[in-house]
Each structure stands twice: as C-alpha cells, then as structure tokens.
C-alpha cells in the first residue's frame, strides 16, 4: 500500500484542480491510501528572510501549518500538486509555500524518490502562462521526483470534464505515481532537464531560467530546433542545490555577520524615511 497525497491549490470546491486531482489519485486503484490537502486553508505566513533556518535542523521559528504539509509530504510516498493558472501565473499559495522551502534546504534528501505530478489548469486559450512551469519548480525544489505534468483548459468549475480526454490524460498520470518505471520524456520545447518550456536568449546562448542548463538554436533544412548541453550539477542536482543553500547562502550569511555594523551604516538614512502607512487597526508595515 502506498500513500498518495494530493495538494490543491485552489479555493473552489470541486473545481477543475480538484477533480483532475483527485481524478489521477483515484486511478491508483483502492489499495493505496489517499488524502487531500486544500493548500489555500492552510495557514502559510510569508518567509520573513531572516535566515535563521539556514543551519541543518533549525526549524523555521514562524508559527503556522508549514510543518503539517512538510510532515504530511515526508508522510506520503508519493504527491500531486495542482493549481490555476491566475493572472498567467500559479495561484498565490504556491509561492507561500515555495518562499519557506529555505528551512528543508538542508533536508532535501528526505524528499527525493517520492513520484510527483503536477497539474495546472487555466481558462483562456492560449493564457496558461507560466504555472506548470512553477508546479514543477516546487516539486523540484522540494527534490520530489517529478515523473509527469500537464496544462489543462477549462475556465468554469468541471469544465475539464467536457473533453474526456482531460480525464483520459489525469488517469495516465495517476497512475505514473505507483509506477516505478514511469516518467514522461520532455517535449523537444522544454529544458530536457527541469521540463521549463520558459527560456532565456542572452544573445548567444538558450539558457533555462531555473536549472541553468545552456542550449543553442540549430537550424537544419529550415527547421530551427533547440539543442541543449545538460550538467551533471545543474540546480536542481545534489551539487547544485548545495551550491546555492549550503556554500552561497552561507557565505552571504557569514558576509553579512562580518559586515553587519557596516550594512547599519548603509541603511540609516532609509530607516529614517519613515513614511509607512497603514490601515486602521492593521499592523505597522515597518
Ligand atoms: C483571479 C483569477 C485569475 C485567473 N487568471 C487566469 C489566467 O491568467 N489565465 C487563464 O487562462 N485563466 C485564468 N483564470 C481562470 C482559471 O485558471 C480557471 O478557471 C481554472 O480552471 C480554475 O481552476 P479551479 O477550478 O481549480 O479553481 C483565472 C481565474 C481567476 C479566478
């Protein structure tokens, strides 16, 4: 028996996410345990970026339901991740979410392995934007092994259901999440190593924004193809990610203790901008 979480980013009550969530968690027949986390009734405050989580084991200090998703993740054996696409982008409790990940950045072993797909649904053609992209940033951020993901359209709640195929398609990828075996090859459009289909021209090279793998534009018989030359310690390998947690982030925390007085210096004369409003009865944003 294996234990399928499912996370969905949504508010509306049996909307296209939920369905095509629970759609893919049910395909896994039965015999596996499921449980559903309606991700926007969760409490997730804003990272404060004090960095005090940085140290192996220190636990991020703010008092909310971060720990319950984490726990309920190490829990499960395997994890879909669904949200809309708003405003081009996924929905805001994706990024809460993502913004705290600083406090596992020393902890990611205990996530890898763990099958994950992501679903993004959005409601105009041709204005899905970038929030497959960003599921599946999370999922790779958390070291999750992401085996498939998918943008589905449908603006009003169950509307995927009116293409049978949606459906067809949700099942495939439930049932990637017992398999083994499976995992989807990227389309010839994505970054062969993170599946971004988002990319970077810096006027030489095709660089994906979020692994930093490079790539070329090859042209042959007037077919422009793009060609990319993958490294082992991308960002989202074990050597990349202690790059950017272990080695940069702790440098720049050193840097900062030793610099500290300085940096008070720097900042005096904003602190002493003080214009902040509020609203009544709100908290003083200073
Ligand atoms: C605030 C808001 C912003 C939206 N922005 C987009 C958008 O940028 N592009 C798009 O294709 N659909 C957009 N939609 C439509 C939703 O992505 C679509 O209805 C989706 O199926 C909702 O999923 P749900 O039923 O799981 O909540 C937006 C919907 C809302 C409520």
């Known amino acids: 028996m294996k234990r399928i979480l499912g996370i969905v980013s949504s508010q509306r009550v049996a909307g296209n ?30 990272c404060k970026g004090c960095y005090n989580c940085l140290p192996p084991d220190v636990p991020c200090h703010i008092k909310d339901d971060l720990n319950y998703l984490l ?14 696409s708003y405003f081009l982008g996924p929905q805001g409790s994706i990024k809460m979410l993502q913004d705290r990940f600083l406090s596992i950045s020393n902890s990611f072993q205990e996530f890898s392995g763990k099958h994950c797909i992501t679903i993004a649904t ?3 053609p041709g204005a899905k934007g970038y929030t497959e992209v960003a599921l599946n940033v999370t999922a790779r951020f958390l070291n999750l092994n992401l085996i498939d993901s998918d943008s589905f359209i449908g603006a009003s709640p169950a509307e995927v ?21 499976y995992k989807r090859t990227p389309k010839v459009s994505e970054c062969p190593v993170c599946w971004s289909d988002i990319l970077r021209y810096d006027g030489s090279a095709i660089i994906c924004p979020f692994c930093g793998t490079k790539g070329e534009i090859k042209v042959e018989e007037q077919v422009a193809r793009l060609v990319f030359s993958p490294q082992a310690d991308h960002r989202f390998s074990d050597e990349g990610r202690r790059q950017h947690f272990d080695v940069f982030l702790n440098r720049k925390k050193q840097e900062f203790i030793a610099k500290r007085h300085y940096y008070k210096k720097l900042q005096a004369p904003y602190l002493s901008m003080d214009w902040w409003v509020s609203p009544p009865g709100g908290s003083n944003s200073k």
């Open 161 to 181: 259901l009116e293409d049978p195929r949606n459906l067809d398609r949700a099942r495939q990828m439930g049932r990637g999440l017992i398999d083994p075996g």
């Open 122 to 124: 959005y409601g105009m």
């Open 71 to 84: 726990d309920k993740i190490r829990d499960a054996d395997a994890v879909v991740l669904a949200a809309p």
């Open 17 to 46: 996410s939920e369905i095509l969530t629970k759609a893919a968690m049910e395909a896994t027949g039965p015999d596996h345990k499921k449980e559903l986390i309606r991700l926007t009734d969760l409490d997730i405050k804003s």
